[in-house]
């Protein structure tokens, strides 16, 4: 399958996610009239799965292919553990992930069959909101690496056809935790702090910055490790920045030009006070308003409606025991366009409840 990149560079962060009662919703809802077979032995055992959006469909991905997201795609994501040994209950973390281009069509049905999931759970999931580049702690612990590529679900990973790949360049950086994202293909991408692997099908190189770290070395050398296994004709070359010249190779097959101009997600300027706000339908309408600055304590989180905990480092939505149906399936929604206004929107959103994820919650007011 060649490496296409999606026609459309669409930003996620340019629309909202107000789903119920759209188009979205609608074609959703079609799709899954019969019942969503995607979900069939979903949560029965111990371990982690991972299912792509392709045109309201939810499609198996790979387990081979863990820990690779397409930045024009969403995903949803299901973690089910046990809180210890001897305990039978199963756990669940859900996620779903949106990246950098994916279109509200794909991010949209993976926040609808979210919840529909953790419906298809008894409700018995803590649900999470990721955005690609800003993944939250736990997110990450999943993965050895996460990697993020250039494309949507038209691209795959193998399949390599030399005469149509479209060559990648990988970047290598971090220091506990070494992320690994695809970056534009152009020399200006490279800096001597880091480490890259240019991936031009069946020849690939790992270049290591004159200033790269160990741990950088390694990670990059176990990837191309991984890639030799996928492809088992390639040949594998690794350089280091201060034993080569300009007008090695390598060089040579990356194109000059500056790099595209790269988004920056600047952090909001001013306070840092917790914020609470409270979603109700107790008049027959919505209604979406701040009820608290400052001290935030588990008593001001009632249970006859659904609240949003603004930590500023993250949010949370508290479903109260007694909220309504539509109040608890539009807390993240209403979580998601309060973040749109803000320098912040990339921040994590997780959903919890008097049943599930209190002890989350309870953390994070007493940050």
Known sequence: MTGLIKAKKYDWKDSNMALFGTDVERQVKKESAMGEPAWEGAGQSVGLKIWRIVKFQITDWAEEDYGKFFDGDSYIILNTYKKNEDSEELCYDLHFWIGKHSTQDEYGTAAYKTVELDTFLDDAAVQHREVMGHESTLFKSYFKSITTMQGGAETGFKHVLPEEYRPRLLHF??????EVKEVPYKRSSLNSGDVYVLDLGMQIYQWNGAESSGMERIK???????????????STTVLDESGISKAHRFYEAIPEGDADEVDSDDEEEGDDEKKLLRLSDAGGSFTFSEVKT?????????????FVLDTKSELFVWVGGKASVDERRN?????????????????????VSEKVGKDRIEVALSA
Do not use: C, N, T
């Open 173 to 178: 950086s971090g220091k506990r935790r070494i």
């Open 220 to 234: 990059a050398a176990e990837y191309l490790q991984q890639m030799e296994s996928e492809r088992p004709k390639a």
């Open 294 to 306: 400052g001290d935030v304590a588990m008593d001001d989180l009632g249970e006859d409606d659904v």
């Open 331 to 351: 807390g993240m929604g209403y979580a998601h366009k309060y973040l749109m206004d803000k320098a912040r929107h990339y921040k994590p959103v997780s959903v």
